[in-house]
Nanobody, 124 residues
Framework: QVQLAESGGGLVQAGGSLRVSCTAS????????MAWFRQAPGKDREFVAA????????YYADSVKGRFTISRDNAKNTVYLQMNSLKPEDTAVYYC?????????????????WGQGTQVTVSS
């Protein structure tokens, strides 16, 4: 079992930056590929970014490429999402997820463990 807890959400103006974190407890964090998803009101949960368990491979959704950076610190059991140049359309609840896989995947149903989410609101 892996338990995930997000933190760091909040309210920021358009063009600003925010970093959200996800801390894991339980077994084998360093063996899990990690991802961030987000869900805006009335919309499906969508993939944002993912990082391989080794940290050696990363993938981003086109909508955030060049603005967001995912990283992980296996010594701290934590994965981060640094969000720069935020836009109002980035407003959503951000969820971290873990998958015991040796590849990066973007499909929501591939991830076994989920956090409770943290709200990110970008004002115009």
């Amino acid at each position: 079992q892996v338990q995930l807890a997000e933190s760091g959400g909040g309210l920021v103006q358009a063009g600003g930056s925010l970093r959200v974190s996800c801390t894991a407890s339980g077994r084998s964090f360093s063996s899990h590929s990690m991802a961030w998803f987000r869900q805006a009101p009335g919309k499906d949960r969508e993939f944002v970014a993912a990082v391989h368990w080794s940290g050696g491979s990363i993938y981003y959704a086109d909508s955030v490429k060049g603005r967001f950076t995912i990283s992980r610190d296996n010594a701290k059991n934590t994965v981060y999402l640094q969000m720069n140049s935020l836009k109002p359309e980035d407003t959503a609840v951000y969820y971290c997820a873990a998958a015991y896989l040796n590849i990066i995947v973007t499909q929501r149903n591939a991830y076994t463990y989920w956090g409770q989410g943290t709200q990110v609101t970008v004002s115009s």
